[in-house]
């Protein structure tokens, strides 16, 4: 059997574990995507998701009765990997739970994301777990009822820069966008698996906005960390390469970004806490299995030098079909954890079993 199908084969047998809740089980990514933008990864066959009933990702209850339940759910208009967003909306997914949902972009801090949610400003929320866990550490009232992709972070250098591997970092001035960015902290916990001091062995340097391209271009930096679409439209200058992903090793199989829930909605109204996540998983399965469609329901919130066929791409490197709920998505979050121990973001003292069972919700249990 060749290593694609039995790569395969293992996707289907986890999905198939997922789908009966089972305590471990990893989706393996997609990995398809243009092989002209992205010479630098191997493209992988298409998967054939025809077998797998969206619905049955998460639970077949019935939508809620009466009038529509109106929500407020908070998100980055800009993030591509938040696609599902608008496709619920465009393709009746909100709708067939009987959910009248705004979204509001979000531009704040994550600690005043989190607080808005707690307090009811916001009902939901969706956000990267490597920003969210720190603040979640102190205590806000948010549950997490779900992973909904992985991949959107990479680490980039100029071709002629001399930083091929991640290990190359050592001793690199490196910019980020954010210190406590989501992107430092996964790379940081990349090196330090290698045995690299991430936080005495590479100067990361903060840049805003679009001098972080100009620290590069002047060398004033060694490499960058952005995420999609800033980083995928910088790699279709042949002046760029990626040097590695969040799609890279164990995080291949994880997802990145994950649904938060007001937790006051997840105690009084379990059947919304439900529909909410009903839907956004069936749109993510969904945006897994049309991708076009969905890159043309995001194509309003993208960046104006992003192409239809540059969203197409971006959607389908994007694993939107790995969306982990109840015992799996507690397991990824008490790793997550345990890795931001590694690179001091967590205290030590922090016990991250009991971390991981009070911030999770299983909205289907109920």
């Known amino acids: 059997m ?31 995507f243009s092989a002209q933008a992205f ?26 009765t ?11 208009a800009g993030a591509v990997c938040l696609a599902p967003l608008p496709v619920a909306i465009d393709h009746g997914f909100f709708q067939k739970q009987n959910l009248d949902v705004e979204l509001v972009n979000y531009s704040g801090s994550t600690d005043q994301l989190l607080e808005a949610i707690a307090t009811g400003k916001t009902d939901a929320g969706l956000g990267m777990a490597l920003r969210w866990l720190k603040p979640l550490e102190q205590g806000f009232d948010v549950k997490i009822a779900a ?35 989501p992107d430092k902290n996964f790379f940081s916990i990349q090196l330090a698996k290698q045995g690299i001091d991430p936080n005495k062995d590479v100067d990361w340097r903060a840049y805003p906005g679009n001098l972080l391209q100009l620290a590069v271009d002047k060398g004033e930096v060694q490499a960058v960390l952005s995420s999609d679409p800033i980083a995928y439209l910088w790699l ?7 040097v590695a992903s969040n799609l890279d090793g164990d995080y291949k199989d ?18 919304v806490a439900r529909a909410i996540t009903q839907a956004l998983l069936d749109a993510a ?29 971006m959607v389908r490197y994007h694993t939107h079909h790995h969306h982990p709920v109840g015992a799996v998505l507690k397991q990824e979050l008490k790793a997550y954890a345990d890795d931001l121990k590694l690179v001091s973001v967590f205290k030590p003292s922090t016990d991250t079993t009991k971390f991981a069972e009070r911030i999770c919700v299983d909205v289907f249990g109920v």
């Not at 010479?39 to 939508?63: G, L, M, N, Q, Y």
């Open 2 to 32: 060749s290593g694609h199908n039995k790569r395969d084969n293992a996707l289907l047998d986890r999905r198939t574990l997922l789908r009966a809740g089972a305590a471990a089980a990893f989706a393996a990514p997609i990995g398809v």
């Open 39 to 64: 010479p630098f990864r191997t493209v992988t066959p298409d998967i054939d998701f025809s077998e797998f009933p969206i619905c049955k990702t998460a639970s077949d209850a019935a939508p809620l």
């Open 66 to 76: 009466g009038a529509p339940r109106k929500l407020k759910l908070s998100w980055n």
């Open 147 to 181: 992973g909904t992709h992985g991949g959107c972070m990479r680490v980039l250098s100029r071709t002629n820069s001399g930083v091929d591997k991640l290990a190359d970092l050592k001793g690199k001035i490196v910019g980020v966008g954010d210190l406590a960015g």
């Open 236 to 242: 279709k200058d042949s002046a760029y390469k990626e």
């Open 254 to 271: 994880k997802s990145c970004c994950i649904v938060g829930l007001r937790g006051s909605l997840v105690r009084e109204e379990p059947q």
């Open 285 to 313: 399965m969904f945006t897994s299995e049309n991708p076009d469609k969905a890159a043309a329901s995001f194509q309003p919130y993208a960046p104006k030098n992003a192409s239809l066929g540059d969203l197409q791409a």
